[in-house]
């Protein structure tokens, strides 16, 4: 992952846990309507993708107890992982693109409340994103994916100019081109060719040329309001829309989306289609149902959204009728690093993913509560637009002083702590009964995070290995690690 070149290393914010009573004052642990649901604490664990779903999309025993565990710390609200809206092969992640998925749903939001004793709001994140491939061999990239054009044909000859030259085939420009040196590609192919080259292929909503890409706002309601009423089927007490990060939705209401057909280009075009897939899910489901969106404060990218931008989106995403909006930032396709050969780019290796989720190696500002400046100005945009829609902030909240001082200071009206929870998915718990000293505290050094770039199944380095040999536990497919946290014995 990309690092701030200051790599100043921060130590975690001082501890000042509070007493049960002072707990049950604090602002953390106050009830908050979130539409027609109200929470019981302002607390929030945004979505992680654990990889714990079958191949086929399916929950499974382990996502259960993963949620399961999390629902223990009673949080106000848990949001379970970006879950595709399509019915498609898409790996290990979690799918809601068909009915046949709502049964295994429906286990999991019972689990929740459960082991909350009903206290938690468990929504899910809904995602649509476009087609990426792993970065290819060179050799395989010229004989067989690089479409050859009259343009490869004409850099050809003027960097070979002798006349024995044979361009006839394409087969003699493949060969040509795979001989060719590093520094002449640039010369040669198309700024998207070398990317595909460098990086694997990836679609873009821009790609108006690809008839399912043009489709897209045709498409994506009706995907999405399908998905939302099988959320509202399986027991789920909302929704909320991805909007954020390196997919389709973010890519929509980016500054860099210049598509031409009346949803790209100026602000109130590329919010067009966010806001037809709000109407079409406020439409499918019922009242009751909580919708939001996750959408970004900043994209983190050369010509990409600012905070002036989402704080303009803020305001009509709010009058849309969303419940909340929870604020993000990053984590994009753009600046990501070029993945090994063999590999698929991952959106969280460059400046806009160290955004994202930031590390104790940062620059003088530090990772802790680093967004919430964003989500403070959505929220005083949205406010003076005289919307009282509740927003979210995230990125770095890991303490109790701190994460009071955020709602003190109104940069967000409930605080999401994705990495703490993960530590010590009993830390709120923990607050509340003024037990924080027990509290597990992450070290924000991302050992989770790479194991999410690798797929691999997610878990802490501060408890993974404890107490391997128990009789409940369950062990990651590399038989080194725990799937979930130990039981906090009190
Ligand atoms: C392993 C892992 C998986 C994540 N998966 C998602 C996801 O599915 N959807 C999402 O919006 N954010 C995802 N995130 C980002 C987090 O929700 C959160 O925004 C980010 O980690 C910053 O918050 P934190 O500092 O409290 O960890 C993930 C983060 C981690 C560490
Ligand atoms: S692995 Fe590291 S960054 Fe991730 S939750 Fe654990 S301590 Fe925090």
């Known amino acids: 992952m990309w690092q701030p070149p200051e790599r100043i290393k921060h130590e975690l914010p001082p501890t000042a846990w509070p007493t049960a009573e002072e707990a049950a004052q604090a602002l953390m642990f106050q009830p908050i309507e979130l539409g027609p649901r109200t929470a019981c604490a302002r607390t929030w664990i ?31 609200v848990l949001v379970v ?11 290990p992640l979690l799918r809601i693109g068909h009915d046949r998925f709502v049964e295994g749903l429906a286990q999991l939001v019972s689990a929740v409340r459960e082991a909350s004793n009903g206290q938690t709001l468990v929504l899910i994140q809904l995602i649509d994103f476009l087609s990426i491939r792993r970065r290819p061999a060179r050799d395989k990239y010229f004989s067989r994916f690089l479409t050859i054009t009259e343009r490869h044909r004409e850099a050809l000859r003027l960097l070979s100019p002798d006349p024995a030259t044979t361009l006839v085939t394409d087969d003699d420009v493949r060969a040509h081109l795979g001989a060719l040196p590093e520094s002449d590609l640039p010369y040669v192919l198309t700024a998207r060719e070398l990317e595909d080259l460098e990086r694997g292929y990836r679609e873009r909503v821009t790609d108006t040329h690809l008839p399912h890409i043009k489709e897209l706002p045709q498409v994506l309601p009706g995907l999405f309001a399908d998905a939302a009423a099988r959320a509202e089927a399986a027991g789920f007490d909302g929704v909320e829309l991805h909007f954020a990060h390196a997919y389709t939705m973010a890519s929509f209401l980016s500054a860099l989306n210049t598509r031409d057909d009346g949803y790209g280009g100026k602000r109130p075009h590329r919010a067009r289609l966010p806001l037809e897939v709000i109407a079409a899910v406020k439409k499918r489901t019922s009242r009751k149902v909580i919708v939001g969106c996750r959408y970004l404060g900043d994209d983190v990218i050369e010509g990409g959204n600012r905070v002036e931008d989402a704080a303009w989106f803020g305001v009509e995403l709010a009058k849309a009728g969303l419940d909340f909006l929870s604020i993000s930032k990053g984590g994009k396709f753009e600046d990501a690093k070029a993945p090994k050969v063999g590999w698929s780019a991952y959106p969280y290796t460059g400046r806009s993913g160290y955004e994202c989720m930031p590390t104790i190696y940062s620059d003088e500002r530090g990772p802790f509560a680093r967004n919430v400046s964003l989500s403070g100005t959505i929220r005083a945009a949205v406010r003076a637009a005289g919307l009282h829609t509740p927003i979210i902030g995230a990125g770095g909240i890991c303490e109790f002083a701190q994460a009071e001082a955020v709602l003190a200071r109104g940069e967000a009206d409930l605080v999401a702590s994705a990495r703490q929870s993960l530590a010590d998915p009993d830390w709120f718990q923990k607050i509340r009964l003024g037990r924080g000293d027990e509290i597990r505290r992450c070290e924000f050094t991302n050992y989770c995070e790479a194991l999410d770039q690798q797929h691999k199944q997610v878990t802490c380095k501060l408890w993974d290995r404890e107490a391997l040999d128990a009789p409940d536990v369950t062990l990651a497919s590399d038989g080194k690690r725990r799937l979930i946290a130990p039981k906090w014995r009190r």
């Open 46 to 76: 945004p979505a992680m993708v654990p990889w714990r779903a079958t191949e086929d999309g399916f929950v499974t025993p382990d996502v259960i107890a993963w949620y399961r565990r999390f629902a223990e710390g009673r949080p106000g």
């Open 81 to 91: 992982e970006a879950t595709a809206i399509r019915d498609v092969p898409s790996g």
